[in-house]
């Protein structure tokens, strides 16, 4: 029989991890004196003590090692259980990658421009929602808050409330000063309309926007006419990452419409990865 302290040293498990499991009927002492108290493990229980190690190491949590070590589960359940335990694993591994892909990203755009970046890049999905659209050619982008404008007069006259953000869609590629091919759409939930038309005959229909699993976003305040740099810092950042981007891109606004000047919003650009030639 071995005291409590020989066999913490031959296991290399503490004292008071020993008396921890113990405590929660993962490992008990063969033995314990009823007059001194004291706690004798015998060499027969280092099996079991290697179990307990082994299984720790995979990261397995004390609740699942005490049924394993308890012999309480089938083979299936048990292959289900670490295989379980090895997605979980991946996933952090996958996780902690793109922690260091940020890093990485980081430290280049400070040795470039020697200073801290003005705008974060966030990776998020997004899901499906029902919205109010509208889908126009606009002569250039200062028709674009006249046509919000316009909307947002013509829901207020109705009494319809938007459940959620307003956005624009720019369906087409790359920068235009002209015939931009956009899309006004409100978010309404499950609001019971089924189109709205304007003064002038225009009709704003409902659609289901599609969901992304990967978009890359940043959040710009002021004035529309000083958006650039975030547009120039997603476009840096997909650059870098190897991704392409996904059409339509969307600018979400975040404050009121009458509030232009102090207008929050946040660009959303749907991305994949890049293939290689």
Avoid: C
Wanted: glycine share 6%.
């Amino acid at each position: 029989m071995l005291k409590i302290g020989e066999f913490s040293r031959i296991t290399q498990v503490s004292i008071k991890t020993l008396r921890f499991y113990n405590q929660i009927g993962l490992l008990e002492p063969d033995h314990i004196d009823k007059f001194t108290g004291h706690r004798y493990y015998s060499l027969e229980q280092l099996p079991r003590v290697n179990l307990i190690l082994a299984l720790k190491a995979m990261g397995l949590a004390l609740e699942q090692i005490q049924d394993v070590v308890a012999g309480d589960l089938t083979d299936q359940q048990l292959e289900m259980m670490l295989a379980i335990k090895k997605a979980e694993l991946q996933q952090t591994l996958l996780d902690v990658n793109k922690q260091i892909m940020r890093l990485d990203t980081r430290i280049q755009f400070i040795r470039q421009e020697g200073q801290m970046p003005n705008y974060e890049v966030i990776v998020k999905s997004l899901t499906s929602q029902r919205v109010l659209s509208l889908r126009q050619i606009l002569a250039d982008g200062a028709q674009i808050e006249g046509l919000l404008h316009e909307i947002y007069v013509m829901l207020k006259t109705k009494g319809i409330e938007s459940a959620g953000e307003w956005m624009t869609l720019y369906h087409h590629d790359g920068f235009r000063s002209e015939d931009l091919d956009v899309e006004i759409a409100i978010s309404i939930g499950d609001l019971d309309i089924a189109s709205v038309t304007l003064d002038d005959e225009r009709t704003m229909s409902v659609r289901v926007l599609e969901g992304y699993d990967t978009v890359a976003t940043t959040i710009e305040q002021g004035q529309k006419d000083s958006w650039q740099g975030s547009y120039s810092a997603l476009g840096k950042w997909m650059e870098n990452h190897q991704y392409e981007l996904v059409l339509p891109t969307r600018e979400v606004y975040l404050t009121d419409e009458n509030d232009r000047d102090g207008w929050m919003v946040e660009i959303q650009y749907p991305i994949t990865k890049r293939i290689s030639a």
